[in-house]
């Protein structure tokens, strides 16, 4: 993959990623997105995907389009644009090997059979994954998107390029941690989200190590920030790390998804990772692949979650 950059630094720098198995662009990107209205992320007209991210040279705006089976043609603007470029691979799943995951379940044989380019990308930027995470603790999705697109709205900073709405880059760790506890409370936020977010804002240098360290020493890092338990570092570990193996464990359904998909009935948490041992080390694998097959299933029984407003309190 070899870049080319305008003199002009306003202008784009492009770069072409070759795959030597077949991917699907979409597939892979598809989890950074934190709802319809996420302001780091787009879909346009075209089928390219937009993102954000603030990276150690700057503030990057990137749009990616799938031009063949095995190719990525990438767009980049902004201070940060050449260093993604050399992040591109890794994001769109050159790094991950799915070689010995060999599954026996009918249902988890097909859909790898019907999804073989199921490619699991890592962003390496823990905060940036680390802190709508954190929204998302205990609270139906909706209210977390809502509160995400509030905050990076207001406190981030303007993309960077010809975006094809207004997008934003999140903020910086010394600007989350210095927001104020009432913008948390207008942004639906709790104090106990709130303060995990400063705390870990706080440390953020040391956690953006972990990206580069083995996924346990990785998850008991991050784990060791009051706040951030199982659930979070493990939604931490599959966008940031691409950890296969990284199991949510204490989401609201996916026990339950699992159980209905995989032999018919609900599991609780500890039935699902006693039922999930043998896909180690390839548990996040297998949940990503009952999803994107279609084949993830939950009966509907009773009254959604209700959405909780906590700016009235």
Aim: glycine share 8%.
């Amino acid at each position: 993959m070899l870049p080319s950059a305008s003199p002009d630094a306003t202008d784009s720098i492009s770069a072409v990623f070759e795959s030597e198995s077949p991917l699907d662009m979409t597939m892979s990107l598809s989890g950074l997105r934190r709802g319809k209205g996420d302001p780091t992320y787009d879909r346009d007209a075209t089928g390219s995907v937009w993102r954000t991210s603030r990276l150690a040279s700057g503030l990057v705006t990137y749009r990616l389009t799938q031009i063949s089976r095995t190719t990525v043609r990438c767009a980049a603007w902004g201070e940060g644009a050449a260093e993604f470029t050399g992040m591109l691979p890794a994001l769109l799943g050159s790094e991950d090997d799915a070689s010995n995951f060999a599954p026996e379940h009918p249902t988890l044989k097909e859909a790898h059979r019907q999804f073989p380019h199921l490619r699991l990308g890592r962003t390496g930027l823990v905060m940036e994954a680390l802190v709508p995470a954190i929204l998302e603790q205990r609270v139906h999705g909706l209210s977390a998107f809502s509160s995400w697109r509030t905050l990076v709205t207001k406190f981030g900073d303007r993309a960077p390029g010809p975006t094809p709405r207004p997008m934003y880059v999140p903020p910086t760790p010394e600007v989350w941690r210095r927001i104020p506890s009432w913008e948390y409370h207008l942004a639906n936020v709790d104090p106990a989200r709130s303060k995990t977010i400063v705390r870990c804002a706080q440390v953020a240098g040391r956690l953006e190590q972990t990206a580069s360290m083995p996924f346990a020493d990785a998850s008991k890092r991050l784990r060791a920030i009051p706040g951030v338990g199982i659930w979070t570092a493990a939604e931490v570990a599959q966008r940031a790390f691409g950890d296969p193996d990284a199991l949510s464990v204490g989401d609201y359904h996916l026990a339950a998804v699992v159980g209905w998909s995989l032999v018919g009935q609900p599991f609780d948490d500890e039935a699902m990772i006693d039922y999930m041992k043998p896909l180690a080390p390839h548990r996040f694998r297998a949940i990503r692949l009952l999803q994107v097959s279609g084949k993830a299933i939950k009966p509907k029984f009773g009254p959604k979650t209700p959405l909780v407003d906590h700016t009235w309190h």
